[in-house]
């Protein structure tokens, strides 16, 4: 890992996109290992409008056998840069090149940032994840800051409840904090 020689600002924008952010659901399934996981489309939506709120930037690019990543403090320069080696199965193969690169990237921003992806703690491969019938229960996405935020906020705004949103998406503390402001606020 390489760095600036002062990170103090850089420190501050990833304190602050840390408040910003909260756990980046699972959106895509694996067929062939029948799991699921965060992909890098939908990693990259979660965290674009918190780092830019933080005044950060992140930056990918191959680099020979390997990918680095740049985190910078968009005002100061500041940064953190570290390179993942990517083996790639097949050479000479521009998919598998393609593959490797993609699934580098989304280990590395999740690094670099220290993102929290919604994990079950293992339950759902241990089968824990069932109803009072014995039926499984459906997971349900985890309701992070950003569009999906504004939506359930305007939800409030127009008469619906905490219970309602809850019955759509899993909810951190946090995030039930800032709902349970907004219908404080509306209750004014």
Not at 25 to 43: E, R, V
Not at 75 to 96: F, I, R, S
Request: charged share 25%; proline share 4%.
């Amino acid at each position: 890992m390489e760095r600036s020689e002062n990170i103090i600002e850089l420190t501050k924008g990833l304190a602050k996109f840390h408040s910003l952010v909260g756990k980046i659901a699972k959106d895509a399934k694996n067929p062939f290992f029948k799991s699921n996981y965060a992909s890098l489309s939908h990693i990259l939506e979660e965290i674009s409008e918190p780092l830019q709120q933080s005044g950060l930037v992140i930056t990918q690019f191959p680099n020979g056998s390997g990918l680095t990543t740049i985190l910078i403090h968009a005002e100061t320069g500041q940064y953190l840069q570290a390179t993942y080696e990517m083996p790639v199965a097949k050479q000479n193969d521009p998919q598998a090149l393609g593959s490797a690169i993609s699934y580098a990237r989304r280990y590395a921003v999740s690094s670099i940032l220290s993102l929290q992806i919604d994990d079950d703690d293992a339950n759902k491969a241990a089968g824990n994840k069932t109803a009072t019938d014995g039926k499984k229960v459906p997971e349900k996405p985890w309701l992070n800051k950003g569009e999906h935020l504004n939506k359930a906020i305007e939800y409030l705004k127009g008469g619906g409840t905490i219970a309602g949103i809850e019955a759509k998406y899993s909810i951190s503390k946090e995030i039930r904090t800032d709902l349970e402001t907004v219908v404080k606020g509306l209750k004014k």
